[in-house]
Nanobody, 123 residues
Framework: QVQLVESGGGLVQAGGSLRLSCVAS????????MGWFRQAPGKERDFVAA????????YYADFVKGRFTISRDNAKNTVYLQMNSLKPEDTAAYFC????????????????WGQGTQVTVSS
């Protein structure tokens, strides 16, 4: 059973940066495509970014292109989300997710989820 633990959330002013981390345990991390999703109160969980098992392919939601970067370090069983130029509308709980091999932008496609880390961007 794969377990995912996110960290790195917090309170930041608009225009600032945060780096989220998600550490995996209990499986072969390099076999998994990883994704980041976010959910604001009263809203659906939205796709943010995904990365293939090798790191060779990345995918982004339009609203984060050019501001967020997903990356992974398979030696450390960790996936990252570097968030720059943060906006108040980026405020949400951020979740990492994993699935075998192929990345997808659909939350339903992921088998493993972390508990989330809160990101709050003040104006």
């Amino acid at each position: 059973q794969v377990q995912l633990v996110e960290s790195g959330g917090g309170l930041v002013q608009a225009g600032g940066s945060l780096r989220l981390s998600c550490v995996a345990s209990g499986g072969t991390f390099s076999n998994y495509a990883m994704g980041w999703f976010r959910q604001a109160p009263g809203k659906e969980r939205d796709f943010v970014a995904a990365i293939s098992w090798s790191g060779g392919h990345t995918y982004y939601a339009d609203f984060v292109k050019g501001r967020f970067t997903i990356s992974r370090d398979n030696a450390k069983n960790t996936v990252y989300l570097q968030m720059n130029s943060l906006k108040p509308e980026d405020t949400a709980a951020y979740f990492c997710a994993g699935r075998t091999w192929i990345a997808t932008m659909s939350a339903d496609g992921y088998d493993y989820w972390g508990q989330g880390t809160q990101v709050t961007v003040s104006s």
